[in-house]
Structure formats: C-alpha cells, structure tokens
C-alpha cells in the first residue's frame, strides 16, 4: 500500500515486525528471497532498489511525519523525481542548486549533504537524460507536451 519502497526499509519493517533487533545476512536474504518470488509471480515490481505494485503511477510524494522521517537513501527515485518535477512546474527557470534545496525541503532535509546532493544530483540527470527537463542557461524548464 505504501508504495514505492526502498529495499532497505523493507527490511526494516519486516524485522521490527518480527520483533529481531538487526537484518542480519539471513535475515536478508530470506527477505529478498521473498521479494524476488513476489517479483516473478507478478504482484511487485522493482525499479532500480525500490518496489511497488504493478502498474502504479506516482501521483503524489510522501511528506515526512514525526513517525516517518526518511533520509535521502530510503525515498525511491521515482518519489525524489517526482517532487523535482513538481517543483520545475511551479517555478520554470529554476537552477539547479534551488531545486535540489526546494526538493529537499519537501522531503523535510534541512540541509544537502552529500548523500541528499549526489541522489538529487542523479534525479535531475536523469530526468534531463529522459526528456522530461531541459537545463537552459535560464535553469531547468519543463519540456512541453506538443
């Protein structure tokens, strides 16, 4: 239901719900075992460490709550672009620096530290690569759909 979710908080939800202090390699294993079967019978997906129900479209980025804080690894790419996409929408001729301190906002990281700035970083190539952004020496703009 949560959708997309890192592999890593995966298995951190599946061991506190099974009550073991630490994933250790067993443990890990099992669970992508478990992910991997899932994966061939059709009912997950996984795109780059992430997985999610088939066919989902992302529609919205999850906002942190007191109880959900998620640093920059666990927030899937297709989540973190979505949210750069958001941004480049509102606000066309964005630079680079403001959108990734905009997106980060959004996920509620206060400052872009190196973790923050190479997946952002890797977003917004990545969106550039895809043809959803350009850069201009005005800064980033949506492509248009004509």
């Known amino acids: 239901m949560e959708g997309p979710v890192e592999e890593e908080l995966i298995f951190t939800r599946v061991r506190t719900a099974w009550g073991l202090n630490r994933s250790g390699p067993v443990v890990r294993d099992r669970i992508q075992w478990a992910l991997r079967s899932l994966a061939r019978q059709g009912k997950i997906v996984r795109t780059g460490t992430a997985y999610d129900r088939p066919g989902r479209a992302i529609t ?3 906002t942190p709550t007191p109880e959900c804080n998620r640093k920059a690894g666990l927030v899937p790419a297709t989540e973190r672009r979505f949210a750069l996409r958001r941004v480049v929408d509102e606000g ?3 630079h680079r620096e403001d959108l990734m301190r905009e997106a980060a906002r959004l996920f509620g990281w206060t400052r872009i ?3 923050i700035r190479r997946a952002l970083t890797a ?9 959803h952004v350009v850069e201009t020496e005005g800064g980033i703009m949506p492509v248009s759909d004509e």
């Open 123 to 131: 977003d917004i190539d990545a969106l550039i690569t895809e043809g």
């Open 92 to 94: 066309p001729g964005t």
């Open 113 to 115: 530290g190196p973790d």
């Open 60 to 62: 919205c980025m999850r």
